[in-house]
């Protein structure tokens, strides 16, 4: 997993409102590829797809996000430098 690569809980708020990533996708009008890549943590969604999924949701962007653990994983890769 690369250093630029934002761990997200999509996966786990999809899968508990039994939603389809075809499903989420179009209501955030992106494609079945950009959910499964973000899922997959090959894609960082940019902060208006963060804001747009975290609504479907009703979590902030920060807990999509895992806002806190990203920062300590950030901060411990700078530690090891």
């Known amino acids: ?7 997200t809980r999509v996966r786990e708020l999809r899968t508990a409102a039994k939603m389809t990533q075809q499903q989420l996708a179009d ?3 992106v494609s079945s590829r950009t959910i ?3 899922e997959k943590e090959q894609y960082s ?3 208006m797809l963060a ?3 975290a609504r479907v949701f009703g979590v902030t962007v920060e ?3 895992r806002l ?4 300590q ?3 411990e890769q700078y530690e090891n430098l």
């Open 1 to 7: 997993m690369g250093a630029a690569t934002l761990k």
């Open 27 to 29: 209501l955030v009008h």
């Open 36 to 38: 499964i890549s973000i």
């Open 45 to 47: 969604p940019s902060l």
């Open 51 to 53: 804001y747009r999924i």
């Open 63 to 65: 807990d999509l996000c």
């Open 68 to 71: 806190e653990e990203n920062m």
């Open 73 to 75: 994983r950030e901060e």
